[in-house]
């Protein structure tokens, strides 16, 4: 089977992977420092979370209690998330390459985008992963918001 290119699929793969760990970056980035600075939590909490997805609820501390810091869960944690941020990239490309966008409009979309994802994930997935649900907050919400905007902004620069 003949690989796909650029030209007949009018996507920039290299742009969708650069972009979805780019966001993802500044995502769990902006998700550990707020949890610690407004939010008066662990910053090994979100990647603690995410890390259970794989690893299961039994590596989640008790209620109240900061996770202790342990270097697999945090890198099946970052994995995890890092993983799932090109899906996402993927998934949002895919969406948006339909449409003729500039980059503010397309960066507007990565906003609605990010928005769509926290739905899923916190209100969705909380079916699957219940420990998703005491993250519904506002540092969650514009970290998602944040991480949709990079996403569409960096996808916008690349291709």
Do not use: C
């Amino acid at each position: 089977m003949a690989e796909e290119t650029e030209a007949q699929t009018g996507v920039n793969w290299k742009a969708v992977i650069l972009a979805g760990l780019i966001a993802g970056l500044v995502f769990i980035v902006m998700e550990m420092v707020l949890v610690a600075v407004v939010g008066g939590g662990s910053p090994l909490g979100p990647p603690t979370m995410i890390g259970a997805i794989v690893l299961g609820p039994e590596v989640l501390p008790e209620q109240g209690t900061p996770p202790p810091f342990d270097m697999g869960v945090f890198l099946t944690g970052q994995i995890v998330h890092f993983v799932l941020s090109v899906v996402l990239a993927v998934i949002f490309v895919l969406i948006a390459r339909r449409m003729a966008l500039g980059t503010g409009a397309l960066v507007g979309l990565g906003v609605v985008f990010g928005l769509l994802v926290y739905f899923v994930n916190f209100y969705g997935m909380t079916a699957v992963f219940p420990w998703f649900a005491m993250a519904r907050n506002f540092i969650t919400i514009a970290s998602h918001l944040v991480f949709g905007a990079v996403l569409a902004w960096a996808y916008a620069a690349f291709r």
